[in-house]
């Protein structure tokens, strides 16, 4: 089931309706109505399914629907549409589909259209322009609306799916679909829940890395929390959705309103500067009301800058064009008010002059009162224009957000030291034996042992069976001049504070002993069926300007862990200055969870406030996105308080809550680095270390192609290369590892990239793309046929059917090492001068015929 039966499904040349039902019938009259440039047959019911001609596309009622999918297997038909039914259907017809070998959109669902065919085949009765935004909706009634407002305002459509019920066909499909359509330069989604969180991702990623992906979900209805941490209430269904969207680089929108004005801008404009926006207006009090708003939703993110104020066409015409041309602006927004004697249509005119002479960057406008004359030639132009001009702002915002999204996706992050990676092992154990005890909470001196795996600093403490034992602990820090923290230890009290289970900076032996007998009375008053296990002996962190953190994790039922950075104490959840995101992370994507909460600005110098060590802070959020990883037995994780300072981040307080249901457990929804396939390689007397590669090796790829020769890039690349981008290497090293892999070979001693091998899965994961590149200097010792050995190895652990590239027919090297590797060669119908080389990875035993000489 690849993309190319979607791609016939949803841009189909003949389309059959199975006719019977209310719903089939009106949706044949819908097709027979509009201009449908393809052909299409209409039976009068199943039983005329043997007289079915081949068709891209089926339409047919819930109950035909099974018949039909045999018939359309038969027929070598693409994909079948069923309009009605509802989720009593969707196993049933899943099923079928699968068996039958077809895609099927539906049950319940509105339907498709095809506006570049003059298909309309939704249950939505209105004419549908042809353009470049795309819809993919789960909900029927929001995609109704969303069809009528496009049919309303002529707003060109590449196409629009309803997936309904989604017994086959999903979001994710629909993505993939509109990512690889080249018309297509904006996708609309409007969904109501993710049902295959890994999937969603992959293909969300992947769209949006190459054209902008709006996403309208309503929040869902909470329901009653089991939480046990502040981590899980801070964790809640929607907070994990808009970490998913965010990660992905998805621009959330709160309602139809936002979601038109955001397909208005972002479908006609891309911003890629860091907002610095101009406004040009012919009245000052308009141009403040712009800046007022701007301010009042941006705050002080933004840069300001004066508004240019204007009288005629030709004032706006020469600023305009000076402010496209300045370095310091980003956007131009354009206001006018209808005041005599300027005729605001010539205005309008004269911004798209100016604007067509520099369309490198944005224009947006706002021509007050002056209806659709002005937004007809602004339309014509392709500038995003707007009732008014707080509606103007909100765009604006739009532009800046999705290009912070696409910036933060495509950075860069520092490298790390990861040469001594995390003991998973002896963290397992520490959780096999609570597990095997029947407890579901770590002990504080497990948790401390576990942290310390994973290079999360934490303070010393002693667990004290009773208040005497608490009182000998506290010696040995009065001892050393320091004071004491004194917590109770009991299983049934995750949150200590709330029954007073916590005394600080305790001096003396007196004072701890008369805290702990005060705490034990506490508890046997106020949790009467609580146990206490013991006291927690502290020495107290005195760090007077640290700012006082939060960060943890929790199990969300769709996407799995999600990690919590925020604002700390005891009122965390109240505060609400917390901002969640996706494990794994690395320390760009960890910097960028810290920068979107309020607290981040206190960690910076102020006064006489050193600023936080900030690296520190995110070292300590990789380490709990790789534990959120590797250990799916833990629940929920809390570090409340972390005190940060100039002098680094330390936990104060952790607690640890277990799953031991292992249906319950959820692993990462993005899968994380394989670390398990790491190679040593000795080829003669050249050693290499293999890897996986990592978003922090672009610079050591961009090392490594300035020393691969013009010749030898060519060869590569089919075309000559000259420099390389920051976006060009981060395509080569940011990977989605669910759906392509790239291995490194560095040498032995310098760390110097040798060579990289990497293969491109199609979003079904049965055929992949391979391209391998050696250091010029390195060529000849067999570096190149150990890449592609591990290559065609990961390429089968992973199911993948068929590997396959194009190599210029003049690349002989390369093609000797395919054919000596079992690839069958052959001439590509296209193009003379390239040969097609394919694998098969599905046919009996090995089909390399190779040696694993070198990789072991």
């Known amino acids: 089931m690849t993309l190319a039966l979607i791609k016939r499904l949803l841009e189909p040349a003949t389309t059959t309706v199975i006719a019977g039902a209310a719903e089939t019938d009106e949706l044949a009259r819908q097709i027979q109505a509009g201009s449908y440039r393809g052909k299409l047959v209409v039976l009068s019911g199943p039983n005329e399914l043997a007289s079915m001609p081949p068709s891209d596309l089926v339409i047919a009622f819930s109950a035909a629907a099974e018949r039909a999918l045999v018939a359309a297997k038969e027929r070598g038909c693409a994909g079948l549409l069923v309009p009605d039914g509802d989720a009593a259907d969707r196993d049933r017809l899943s099923a079928a589909a699968r068996a039958a070998g077809v895609r099927l959109v539906g049950p319940s669902s509105l339907g498709i259209a095809a506006p570049r065919l003059g298909l309309n085949a939704t249950a939505v009765p209105t004419h549908l322009s042809a353009g470049t935004l795309a819809l993919a909706a789960q909900s029927n009634s929001v995609a109704a609306g969303i069809l009528a407002w496009a049919g309303r305002r002529e707003i060109g459509l590449s196409g629009a799916v309803v997936v309904g019920e989604g017994a086959d066909v999903d979001i994710a499909d629909c993505l993939d679909h509109f990512a690889a359509d080249p018309l297509t330069r904006t996708i609309l989604l409007a969904i109501d829940e993710v049902t295959d969180a890994a999937r969603f991702l992959s293909s969300a990623r992947a769209a949006a890395r190459i054209k902008p992906v709006l996403v309208l979900k309503p929040p869902p209805l909470e329901a009653a929390t089991s939480a046990l941490t502040h981590a899980g209430l801070i964790v809640t269904s929607d907070a994990a959705h808009d970490a998913a969207f965010h990660r992905a680089g998805l621009l959330r929108v709160n309602d139809l309103d936002e979601l038109f004005a955001a397909a208005e801008t972002l479908g006609r404009a891309r911003a890629a500067g860091a907002g610095r926006l101009a406004i040009v207006s012919n009245g000052e009090g308009l141009a403040a009301l712009a800046a007022g708003r701007l301010r009042q939703v941006a705050g002080s993110q933004l840069p300001r800058r004066e508004p240019e104020i204007v009288r005629s066409p030709q004032d706006y015409r020469a600023a305009v064009a000076h402010l496209l041309e300045e370095e310091t602006v ?77 910036k933060e996706l495509m950075a860069t992050p520092p490298s790390i030291d990861d040469d001594d990676p995390p003991d998973v092992a002896a963290a397992e154990s520490i959780i096999a034996r609570a597990l095997g005890e029947g407890r579901s909470w770590l002990e504080p001196d497990e948790v401390t042992r576990l942290l310390a795996l994973f290079r999360i600093p934490t303070l010393d403490l002693v667990i004290a069976p009773d208040a005497e034992a608490a009182v000998a602990a506290a010696k040995v820090q009065f001892a050393a001049g320091r004071t004491v923290a004194l917590k109770i230890v009991s299983p049934e009290v995750p949150h200590k504070s709330d029954v007073g289970g916590v005394e600080l900076d305790l001096a003396n032996e007196g004072a701890v ?91 910076a110098a102020y ?12 070292t300590v959020l990789v380490a709990l996105g790789k534990m959120a990883s590797e250990l799916p037995q833990i629940r929920e994780l809390d570090l409340n308080p972390i005190l940060a300072d100039a002098s680094g981040a330390v936990a104060v307080d952790a607690r640890i809550a277990l799953e031991p249901d292992p249906a319950r457990r959820r692993r990462p929804a993005i899968r994380p680095y394989p670390s398990a396939w790491t190679r040593r390689l000795e080829l003669g007397e050249h ?73 491109h899965a199609d979003p079904g994961h049965v055929e992949a793309e391979y391209a391998i590149l050696l250091r010029s200097d390195l060529k000849g010792m067999g570096l190149g046929r150990a890449l592609m050995i591990l290559m065609i190895d990961w390429a089968r652990a992973e199911g993948i059917r068929c590997v396959h590239s194009q190599v210029l027919a003049e690349n002989g090297p390369m093609l000797a090492l395919c054919q000596s590797l079992g690839f069958a060669i052959a001439l590509d119908p296209d193009d003379v001068s390239v040969k097609r080389v394919t694998l098969r990875l599905d046919a009996p035993g090995r089909s390399d015929g190779s040696k694993t000489d070198g990789h072991d």
């Open 330 to 406: 980003d956007v131009v927004l354009a206001l006018n008010a209808p005041v005599a004697p300027a005729d605001p249509l010539e205005c309008a005119r004269a911004i798209v002059d100016a604007r067509g002479a520099a369309p490198s960057k944005p224009v947006l406008a706002a021509w007050i009162g002056a209806g659709d004359s002005a937004a007809a030639i602004f339309a014509a132009a392709g500038v995003p224009s707007f009732a008014t001009e707080q509606d103007a702002v909100v765009g604006f915002l739009h532009l800046t957000r999705h290009a912070r999204l696409i």
């Open 607 to 618: 006064r006489d406030v050193p600023a936080a060590d900030r690296r520190a802070i995110a």
């Open 513 to 603: 002993r008369a805290a702990a007998e005060q705490m034990a009375e506490r508890l046997r008053r106020q949790r009467p069926q609580a146990r206490l296990t013991g006291f927690m002996v502290q020495p107290m962190a005195h760090r007077a300007k640290a700012r006082e953190l939060i960060a943890g994790f929790a199990t969300d039922a769709c996407f799995g862990p999600v990690i919590v950075f925020g604002r700390g104490g005891t009122a965390a959840e109240l505060i609400a200055d917390t901002h969640v995101a996706l494990p794994p992370l690395d320390l760009a994507s960890a910097e960028g969870l810290v920068s979107r909460t309020r607290v981040s600005r206190i960690l």
């Open 687 to 759: 050693r290499f270390f293999v890897r996986p590669i990592k978003p922090e090796d672009e610079l050591l790829i961009g090392a490594m192609l300035n020393r691969v020769t013009p010749e030898d890039l060519r060869l590569r690349f089919f075309a000559p290369l000259k420099s390389f981008s920051h976006t060009f290497l981060a395509r080569l090293t940011q990977l989605d590892y669910a759906r392509e892999m790239a291995f490194i070979a560095t040498e032995d001693g310098s760390g110097d990239a040798a060579g990289a091998v990497r293969l």
